[in-house]
């Protein structure tokens, strides 16, 4: 539906596909792009300290996004921006240090004339415009992707918000809109959240209680099994299910820990191939590694785990730990909080 705000009428293209924090494309933000009209009547009142019109201008950025094919990382890093430098407030004025700056992102004369500078779309679109010029931005850390932009006088300055920005975007990406419009999410998602491998697979083991498999496991097993690819699953990719740092990196265990301070596990890789090393920011995605059998393993495959113990998310908070193996949850229900299927039927099955 349609809703007439101001005398303009608001159609939102989103990314789907989260938020870590909660749902980005019909799933999470990220997952492909589908076209969908937001009520604004819906906006919440207040979130992550923005008021309604404040989200409606990061809406009307992610749109902007959208139509230039930026993924939801960019978006989250215009939204992330623009807070930093307005609140998400179209201001009419600058500062001492910039007196002809102006909008949401406070770009100068020089970015375009004043309407483009002061229309958050038009703003929007200048900033995307310059990001994607920047070598390298999709794995710099935000705050310094955007200080390329920007070109402001302490990199580090956005930084702070870059948790209310993946916020914003994840919040906004998943209100409820009417049908969407073939979104799909799950792998090749480059938002937030994607699953680990491409397809097709199997889910050769769940979560839960299975006995003793005879190599030494806990009989309770803490994740969920990927395998059963075309040619042999060893060798093949693995990528972030989520965005964070990776913790550890070790032969056959590499952890990578969420901003909202959850973690997810990916085991049994060899470390020979890893792509990222203990330190490292990594977004949704990227490639971690290949599917192994290093370990306590029974043949090639990728045991994925997530953790909650101290989340600051209170919707993941809120998926039962394992009283068995405290602080782990079933994955499943993971992806299911952001509308993604772990085995979706078009490209998986399972085994048992």
Same mark, same amino acid.
Request: one cysteine or more; a negative charge.
């Given at each position: 539906?349609?809703?007439?705000?101001?005398?303009?009428v608001?159609?939102l293209?989103?990314?789907?596909?989260?938020?870590?924090?909660g749902?980005?494309?019909?799933?999470?933000p990220?997952?492909?792009?589908s076209?969908?009209?937001?009520d604004?009547?819906?906006?919440p009142?207040?979130?992550?300290?923005?008021?309604?019109? !404040?989200?409606?201008?990061?809406a009307?950025?992610?749109?902007?996004?959208?139509?230039?094919?930026?993924?939801?990382?960019g978006?989250?890093?215009?939204?992330?921006?623009?807070? #930093?430098?307005?609140?998400?407030?179209?201001?009419?004025h600058?500062?001492? +240090?910039?007196?002809d700056?102006?909008?949401?992102?406070q770009?100068?004369?020089?970015?375009?004339?004043?309407?483009?500078?002061?229309?958050?779309?038009?703003?929007?679109?200048?900033?995307y415009?310059?990001?994607?010029?920047?070598?390298?931005w999709?794995?710099?850390?935000?705050?310094l992707?955007?200080?390329?932009? &920007?070109?402001?006088?302490?990199?580090?300055?956005?930084?702070r918000?870059?948790?209310? +920005? !993946? &916020?914003?975007?994840?919040?906004?990406? #998943?209100?409820?809109?009417?049908?969407?419009?073939?979104?799909?999410?799950?792998?090749?998602?480059?938002?937030?959240i994607?699953?680990?491998?491409?397809?097709?697979?199997?889910i050769?083991?769940?979560?839960?209680y299975?006995?003793?498999?005879?190599v030494?496991?806990?009989p309770?097993?803490?994740g969920?099994?990927?395998?059963n690819?075309?040619?042999?699953s060893?060798g093949?990719?693995?990528?972030?299910?989520a965005? #964070?740092q990776?913790?550890?990196?070790?032969n056959?265990?590499?952890?990578?820990?969420?901003?909202?301070?959850?973690?997810?596990?990916?085991?049994h890789?060899?470390a020979?191939t890893?792509?990222v090393?203990a330190?490292?920011?990594v977004?949704?995605?990227q490639q971690? #590694?290949e599917?192994?059998?290093?370990?306590?393993s029974?043949?090639?495959?990728?045991?994925?785990?997530?953790?909650?113990?101290?989340?600051?998310n209170?919707?993941?908070?809120?998926?039962? !730990?394992?009283?068995?193996r405290?602080?782990y949850i079933?994955p499943?229900?993971?992806y299911?909080l952001?509308?993604?299927d772990?085995?979706?039927?078009?490209r998986c099955?399972?085994?048992n």
């Open positions: 539906m349609k809703a007439l705000v101001g005398g303009v608001v159609a293209l989103v990314a789907f596909g989260l938020s870590i924090f749902g980005g494309r019909s799933c999470v990220g997952a492909g792009v076209t969908v009209e937001i604004p009547s819906n906006l009142n207040g979130l992550a300290g923005y008021g309604r019109e !404040q989200l409606l201008n990061a009307l950025i992610m749109r902007s996004g959208q139509a230039l094919d930026v993924d939801a990382r978006q989250t890093i215009a939204v992330m921006t623009a807070m #930093g430098e307005s609140s998400l407030r179209v201001l009419e600058g500062d001492e +240090a910039g007196p700056s102006l909008g949401l992102f770009q100068r004369d020089s970015w375009g004339s004043r309407g483009d500078r002061l229309d958050p779309q038009k703003s929007a679109q200048l900033f415009e310059r990001l994607v010029q920047v070598s390298g999709a794995e710099m850390e935000p705050t992707a955007a200080h390329k932009v &920007q070109r402001n006088a302490d990199p580090f300055h956005y930084r918000f870059w948790d209310a +920005a !993946q &916020q914003v975007v994840t919040a906004l990406g #998943g209100l409820p809109a009417g049908e969407l419009s073939g979104a799909s999410c799950g792998a090749g998602s480059n938002g937030p994607r699953l680990p491998i491409d397809g097709p697979y199997g050769t083991d769940k979560f839960g299975r006995g003793d498999i005879g030494g496991t806990n309770f097993h803490a969920i099994d990927f395998a690819m075309p040619g042999g060893c093949k990719p693995v990528f972030a299910a965005g #964070g990776v913790t550890s990196a070790s056959g265990y590499l952890s990578v820990q969420h901003p909202d301070h959850y973690t997810v596990i990916y085991m890789m060899p020979s890893y792509k090393r330190g490292d920011t977004r949704p995605g971690l #590694g599917i192994g059998t290093e370990g306590q029974t043949g090639c495959h990728l045991h994925l785990a997530v953790t909650t113990t101290g989340t600051t209170q919707q993941i908070a809120s998926i039962p !730990q394992s009283t068995a405290p602080g079933d499943a229900e993971f299911r952001f509308g993604v772990v085995c979706p039927s078009d099955s399972y085994a």
